[in-house]
């Protein structure tokens, strides 16, 4: 058994009569970060689905280091140490950048309905305490001062981004999945977040999955890239050698350019 | 500047919020303890306490529940059965007294005070609420609110026709039999179904006197004190942990469920504690109307307090307090007392009280053209009605088709 913190083993996922992931395996390594990419409707996003529990897989095993996560749930998947971000940002409109990183908190606290109802000082200390790690996150992140208690939804599309990877942070993950977190941006803004997912790698000492289609980003800072076309898995290594692979070429631009 | 100005409005709510109590607790005095207006008066604080308690499962957690009458009616019979000579054949026919003083004392039945009451009410309907959340949990939005509308008119049969249902044999071989638990004697029924449940023991507290149904000063305290309790626990749940886990659930599930929200215990927590909050105020209004029957227990009823809450503002913690306090004087004073000849003096043959929900409809059809996120917004739901923020989700292709997800 290797370490790995968390791995796909043969997992299938059918939708009617589409399978949308055809036995993948795919394993995160401690500490590296991997990239998944694929053309449109490869399944990427449906494999990521299955390892935060979303979707339970049709067959095939989910593991967490040794547990066997496959049908457990997303919330309790989260509380485990798996973390993600999703490909159209899903913070919650209405509440303020603070409260979003503070519900990522939610699985570190405690307080029940008696809780918040007589706040007793454990639950003062605790709120008072994911208030000040929102805080510090969102700082972490690199969202401005002066936007930390402004809604959500008025927020710039770039803000939006590093407030839902500050609320993935919030969750104490040691398993980080990104979905697309460059997709919409610049070139500039996007060299600057694979920056940004190589510092959150060593200082927060996290093993980090990435979906991402811009080949620049994904080159730069994959330790391991996995291919994903119609489901299936068609090359796995070190980028370089995925950027050669005939099928890899073949799936992105068609038969006749292999 | 905007901190400042936070300050400013913060002192000015802290002010508006204890002036208003204080208000409250000074208004009896300037009305005749046994004043038709108290009444009115005791009737929109009950409905205070229900609508608030519907505010935490429609407005905190967007759960749109149809069937609240449900728990006015768990709660009204916790206190028939426990506070009246219902059950006359209990013990023997000796009565079962539990710390009431009065003249409840001396006569058979089950009589319990008034607080265990409450405390029973509570246990009931946060169970009631729990059995009734459970299925909804894999629903959403308008499938919710068949559900829980199907579960009131459930309650509501059963309470009409609880009269044929006898639980004296069962109840005696089985629960009779323990210690401490009573006997009810055979020919005990589930409930009295149109006829009703009545009298009903009047309140019984500790270092007071009896209430007596002459002087409603003493009711309306008990009704202010449970609206404060109830104003206290919603606020506690609005600004916590669980609240914001509410409102995260209710913008975005998917969202939700991945950053550690369990759905089910945290949908269950709202179905729980809104209804338990109706149970009190079910027990308390049993008590005040003196009958527990089955004609008060309809569907009208959910959608009369929903109408309070949505008037108000969904959500909004003042704003139903204001909405619940409106609509209740509509119905108790302005169209009975004030309005009602009106199209008799139009020459038109009716009685305004008649039509009383359809003027409820009309009043909520002019809020939701006029006003749609209620009288006293909550700010999220300003957003939310006016489209800010949510509109791109709704657009965008979705991760995860919520009938996947679990």
Request: aromatic fraction near 8%.
């Amino acid at each position: 058994m290797s370490d790995a913190p968390i791995r796909a083993e043969k997992v299938t996922k059918v939708f009617g009569g589409l399978t949308a992931v055809d036995g993948v395996d795919l394993e995160l390594r401690r500490g590296e970060v991997a990239a998944v990419i694929g053309p449109n409707g490869a399944g990427k996003t449906t494999l990521f689905n299955m390892l935060t529990g979303l979707y339970r897989p049709t067959s095939g095993r989910i593991r967490l280091g040794e547990r066997d996560i496959t049908r457990a749930r997303p919330d309790q998947i989260t509380a485990l140490g798996v973390a993600r971000t999703f490909q159209n940002i899903r913070l919650f409109p209405t509440m303020t950048a603070r409260q979003n990183v503070m519900i990522g908190r939610h699985s570190r606290m405690k307080a029940g309905v008696f809780g918040s109802i007589f706040r007793p000082p454990w639950v003062n200390r605790e709120e008072r305490e994911a208030e000040e790690r929102a805080g510090e996150e969102l700082k972490f992140v690199g969202l401005k001062a002066d936007l930390l208690d402004r809604t959500t939804a008025s927020l710039s599309y770039g803000d939006q981004r590093r407030v839902e990877i500050a609320r993935a942070l919030a969750s104490d993950p040691h398993v980080l999945l990104l979905d697309e977190p460059t997709a919409g941006m610049d070139p500039r803004e996007s060299a600057e977040l694979a920056g940004f997912v190589l510092k959150v790698r060593d200082e927060r000492k996290l093993s980090i999955l990435l979906i991402e289609h811009d080949m620049k980003v994904v080159m730069g800072i994959s330790d391991r890239v996995t291919v994903l076309d119609h489901g299936e898995l068609i090359a796995e290594g070190d980028p370089a050698a995925v950027r050669q692979d005939p099928k890899v070429i073949e799936a992105y631009l068609g038969r006749s350019a292999a | 500047m905007s901190a400042a100005l936070g300050k400013i409005k913060g002192f000015d709510q802290r002010f508006l919020v204890i002036a208003a109590i204080l208000f409250a607790i000074l208004l009896p005095f300037f009305f005749d303890r046994g004043s038709s207006f108290m009444d009115d008066a005791v009737l929109a604080l009950a409905y205070v306490v229900m609508a608030l308690g519907l505010n935490v499962i429609v407005g905190f957690a967007g759960l749109l529940d149809l069937g609240y009458v449900a728990f006015f009616a768990i709660g009204a019979y916790t206190m028939g059965w426990l506070g009246s000579t219902f059950y006359s054949q209990a013990n023997g026919g000796e009565g079962v007294h539990l710390l009431v003083t009065g003249a409840a004392a001396n006569l058979p039945g089950i009589h319990v005070n008034f607080l265990l009451v409450l405390v029973g009410a509570i246990i009931l309907t946060t169970i009631a609420g729990v059995i009734i959340g459970l299925p909804t949990l894999r629903l959403r939005g308008d499938y919710i609110a068949i559900v829980t509308l199907a579960f009131g008119e459930i309650i509501g049969q059963v309470a009409a026709n609880g009269d044929q249902v006898r639980i004296g044999g069962i109840w005696d071989k089985t629960l009779g039999a323990l210690p401490l638990i009573p006997d009810l004697g055979s020919e005990a029924t589930l409930t009295r179904g149109k006829l009703g449940i009545s009298p009903v023991d009047k309140i019984d507290l500790p270092f007071v006197d009896p209430f007596t149904s002459l002087d409603i000063r003493s009711w309306y305290f008990v009704a202010l004190g449970l609206v404060l309790i109830v104003l206290f626990v919603n606020v506690r749940l609005r600004d916590s942990r669980l609240g914001r886990a509410w409102v995260a659930l209710r913008e975005d599930e998917v969202a939700a469920i991945s950053m550690g929200i369990p759905t089910v215990k945290t949908k269950l927590m709202a179905y729980g504690t809104g209804a338990a909050l109706g149970g009190m105020s079910g027990a308390f209004l049993g008590s005040y109307l003196n009958t527990v029957n089955a004609s008060q227990f309809e569907f009208i009823f959910s959608i009369f307090i929903l109408a309070m809450v949505i008037l108000g503002g969904l959500g909004s913690v003042w704003g139903v307090v204001i909405g619940a306090i409106l609509l209740s004087f509509v119905n108790s004073w302005l169209i009975p007392d004030v309005l009602n000849g009106l199209p008799g003096q139009l020459g038109l043959d009716f009685d305004l009280t008649q039509v009383s929900f359809a003027i409820f409809g009309f009043i909520l059809v002019i809020v939701m053209i006029l006003r749609p996120e209620g009288l006293i917004p909550e700010r999220s739901r300003k957003q939310e009605m006016h489209g800010i923020g949510t509109g791109d989700r709704a657009g965008a292709g979705s991760d995860v088709e919520l009938g996947e997800a679990r």
